[in-house]
């Protein structure tokens, strides 16, 4: 099994800056890809960004990319999402997700991912 615990969430005015952070514990973590999803008040999860287990590849969604970076810590676990330039329609929870074997997908979708985080809220006012 393997446990997700994400922080970093809060309120926020448009135009600035938040980090979430999740750190992910368990079973044998050796080969693993992280990213975060989000969900809109009303609308369906949807991706974000992820990132390789080694930090050798990225992706993100086009509505985040070049305001939002993924980097991850792999000696502890844990992925980062710097969050810029925030705006009202980022509003959401973000969701800390984990496909448990290094398996790379530039897009994913939710059947893609093994593992959840419970989510952290991000309001972004305007």
């Known amino acids: 099994q393997v446990q997700l615990v994400e922080s970093g969430g809060g309120l926020v005015q448009a135009g600035g800056s938040l980090r979430l952070s999740c750190a992910a514990s368990?079973?044998?973590?050796?080969?693993?890809?992280m990213g975060w999803f989000r969900q809109a008040p009303g609308k369906e999860r949807e991706f974000v960004a992820i990132?390789?287990?080694?930090?050798?590849?990225?992706s993100y969604s086009d509505s985040v990319k070049g305001r939002f970076t993924i980097t991850i810590d792999n000696a502890k676990n844990t992925v980062y999402l710097q969050m810029n330039r925030l705006k009202v329609e980022d509003t959401a929870v973000y969701y800390c997700?984990?496909?448990?074997?290094?398996?790379?997908?530039?897009?994913?979708?939710?059947?893609?991912?093994?593992?959840w985080g419970k989510g952290t809220l991000v309001t972004v006012s305007s």
């Open positions: 990132i390789r287990r080694t930090g050798a590849s990225t």
């Open positions: 368990g079973h044998a973590l050796s080969r693993y890809n």
């Open positions: 997700a984990l496909r448990y074997d290094g398996a790379w997908f530039i897009q994913p979708k939710e059947d893609d991912i093994d593992y």
